[in-house]
């Protein structure tokens, strides 16, 4: 009788010393025994068992289609297939072609002991994938949580992977690629300096004829991923996404041939971080924060969402009464700003009824005010140093936390050092030992996390002497431009210099930040117009009051 062979193992059972050799001299030894002639042999190597859409599988359901034989011999159930209802649909196809199916390790009498026997068998084998899938997941957590290793993660352009070593008992880690960290690094400064969007980034790349990986040219969603990417400031994250599995008909006459899987982000607070060493920041933590907040403005503050001319259309407007922002909108031919919760029930909140401000009216109220400011800048000086103040009580507090810290991971390295000591004197056995230092290992984790958020938030202090030069100067240079601006012009200056406005009922807070740096004139920068940079700041407050409500169109 003419055969055909068919063998698969999968990259794990190759790990496990799984070969497609040994497989195929068991089934020529099969088949010789049984005076089979083989005509054909179909290798499936590196191939899950879940999968139908396996190349060497499809060859076979096609030749025998073709009647180029008459059984095919197959090591185990679980080489056809580790899932109960793909191992029917294959096996039911090839039966309907004419085509015996012949397991090596079952008996090859037909009837329907064979067949509960295969099902049977294809159980197990659902079951066996199962239970190594789950094996894999826990061994990879833990290899993640416990020894912050890279695990199933592509690096990022501006990265290698190294894979592990036995021999040279090296774990798989990343490398910077110096070429690609220098493009990673203009990019970031591209936004930071000069407020580039993401798609202004992507033509300057092109501009400069700067290629992606393996020479392809960028595309907006690569510039999106590395504008976004926390690798470059030490930590990238494991378990970010999970497979969304749906079986779908192919568009070959077999249904369900082919399993087709998604991927969605889970939830942030299921990622697992992996903190980088120092060595392979690209970039700084306060250069990232910056881009993405100055990425979030030129997304809200696009010109291609503006119809009508607004002076306060990169500010930030938000409503005192409800937290909504205000928006600009225009009615019977004027100018407003609306709260954007005006009108409309918010789920869990009372309808907001927020002033509705006439353009016309607010807007030089604003600008007159920074223009004083900026032309008296002991204004400005006054409500800085009152700033600074409240800082310097939170600066000493901040850093009392992180003595405190401090002080905790120098006793956890105590507590490591008593930890190894019991286990090499045999007092604690190595389970003992691998579950505390475990905890020690999470509590180390947890303890540099904060230590690092504190020493990101401790409060810069001007010295008052400083601070008064440093705004002087900065109000003479900004005073001199004042009046040479155009409306576009006075709208940049606002976004740059405001934080935001608040606006509840008459009254108006106004929030600032002046971008300082160096210690000249030269140095300062007031009038960049494309964007603060990520130099030193001044934050100053301004409380304004509305007129009177005039008659207007109400929605």
Not at 271 to 279: A, G, T, V
Not at 379 to 398: G, H
């Amino acid at each position: 009788m003419r055969v055909a062979l068919y063998c698969r193992v999968s990259t794990d059972e190759q790990k496990q010393g799984g070969t497609i050799e040994s497989q195929i001299k068991e089934l020529e030894v099969f088949a010789a025994s049984r005076n089979d002639v083989v005509v054909q042999k179909y290798i499936d190597e590196s191939w899950s068992g879940s999968l139908l859409n396996r190349p060497a599988l499809d060859a076979l359901r096609d030749a025998a289609e073709q009647k180029e034989f008459d059984a095919v011999l197959i090591n185990d159930v679980d080489r056809l297939s580790r899932d109960i209802a793909n191992l029917a649909v294959v096996k039911r196809d090839l039966e309907r072609k004419g085509v015996d199916v012949i397991f090596r390790k079952l008996p090859t009498d037909k009837g329907p002991l064979s067949d509960f026997m295969v099902n049977i068998l294809g159980s197990f084998a659902e079951f066996e994938r199962a239970m190594i899938t789950d094996r894999t997941r826990r061994g990879r957590r833990y290899k993640v949580q416990e020894r912050q290793l890279i695990m199933g993660n592509q690096p990022p352009y501006g990265y290698s992977y190294v894979k592990k070593d036995r021999d040279r008992r090296i774990e798989g880690h990343y490398e910077i690629r110096p070429d690609e960290a220098r493009v990673v690094r203009m990019m970031f400064e591209w936004v930071a300096s000069e407020g580039l969007s993401d798609r202004a980034v992507l033509r300057r790349l092109t501009e400069y004829d700067i290629n992606a990986r393996k020479g392809r040219p960028w595309a907006w969603s690569s510039v999106h991923r590395v504008l976004t990417n926390e690798t470059y400031v030490g930590v990238t994250y494991y378990n970010k996404l999970e497979l969304l599995h749906d079986q779908a008909a192919s568009t070959r006459k077999w249904k369900h041939r082919y399993k087709t899987t998604a991927r969605r982000l889970r939830a942030k607070a299921k990622w697992i971080p992996i903190p980088l060493p120092s060595d392979l920041h690209i970039i700084d933590r306060g250069l990232f924060d910056h881009v993405q907040a100055r990425r979030q403005r030129n997304q809200a503050f696009s010109p291609r969402n503006l119809k009508h001319f607004y002076l306060l259309r990169k500010v930030r407007k938000v409503c005192g009464r409800c937290g909504w922002a205000y928006v600009g909108t225009p009615m019977h031919g004027l100018r407003y700003y609306r709260c954007g919760a005006r009108g409309w029930q918010v789920p869990g909140k009372p309808r907001c009824r927020a002033r509705i401000v006439s353009a016309k009216t607010i807007e030089p109220l604003v600008w007159q005010a920074i223009e004083n400011a900026v032309r008296n800048p002991e204004i400005i000086i006054e409500q800085v140093s009152r700033l600074q103040e409240q800082l310097a009580v939170n600066q000493a507090v901040t850093q009392a936390e992180t003595a405190t810290l401090q002080h905790d991971l120098a006793t956890l390295g105590q507590e490591e050092d008593r930890v190894l000591a019991a286990y090499r004197t045999g007092v604690t056995s190595i389970e003992q030992f691998e579950k505390e230092i475990a905890k020690v290992n999470e509590r180390r984790m947890s303890l540099q996390a904060q230590l690092a958020q504190a020493a990101r938030h401790i409060p810069n202090v001007v010295p008052l002497e400083r601070l008064t030069r440093h705004v002087t100067q900065w109000s003479a240079v900004a005073g001199e431009r004042l009046e040479e601006l155009t409306d576009d012009e006075r709208a940049e200056f606002l976004g740059l210099l405001l934080e935001g406005i608040t606006i509840h009922d008459d009254r108006i807070t106004v929030r600032g930040v002046i971008p300082i740096s160096g210690e000249s004139v030269g140095d300062i920068v007031p009038m960049q117009l494309r964007g603060h940079g990520h130099n030193a700041t001044h934050t100053f407050e301004f409380k304004l009051t509305l007129a009177a409500r005039s008659r207007g169109p109400v929605r």
